[in-house]
Nanobody, 119 residues
Framework: QVRVVESGGGLVQPGGSLRLSCVVS????????MGWYRQAPGKERELVAT??????????DSVKGRFTISRDGAENAKNTAYLDMNRLRSEDTAVYYC??????????WGQGTQVTVSS
């Protein structure tokens, strides 16, 4: 059974930093794309950043220059993803979800980790 587990969320002051981690276990697949999404109260879930197995990255305009996505693991099984978040703003407050997609377009989601930016 595939499990997607996020960690690293918490409370941080504006301007601070956090690192989110995502580990996918129980899979025989190497995920083509891994990404981070977030959902703030009363809003729809939105893309934050993605990275494919070739290293190509995409970012939401609102986080460009502040957030960095990376992946780790064996060459053909990079099933760990990170999101380094710097210069955090109150509007970054949300539940952050990790997403993993296989070459055959199977989607897996984690349960989410809360990030709260507040003084």
């Amino acid at each position: 059974q595939v499990r997607v587990v996020e960690s690293g969320g918490g409370l941080v002051q504006p301007g601070g930093s956090l690192r989110l981690s995502c580990v996918v276990s129980g899979s025989i697949y190497s995920f083509f794309v891994m990404g981070w999404y977030r959902q703030a109260p009363g809003k729809e879930r939105e893309l934050v950043a993605t990275m494919n197995k070739y290293g190509t990255k995409t970012y939401a305009d609102s986080v460009k220059g502040r957030f960095t996505i990376s992946r780790d693991g064996a060459e053909n099984a990079k099933n760990t993803a990170y999101l380094d978040m710097n210069r955090l703003r109150s509007e970054d407050t949300a539940v952050y979800y990790c997403n993993a997609v296989t070459l055959s377009d199977l989607n897996y989601w984690g349960q989410g980790t809360q990030v709260t930016v507040s003084s």
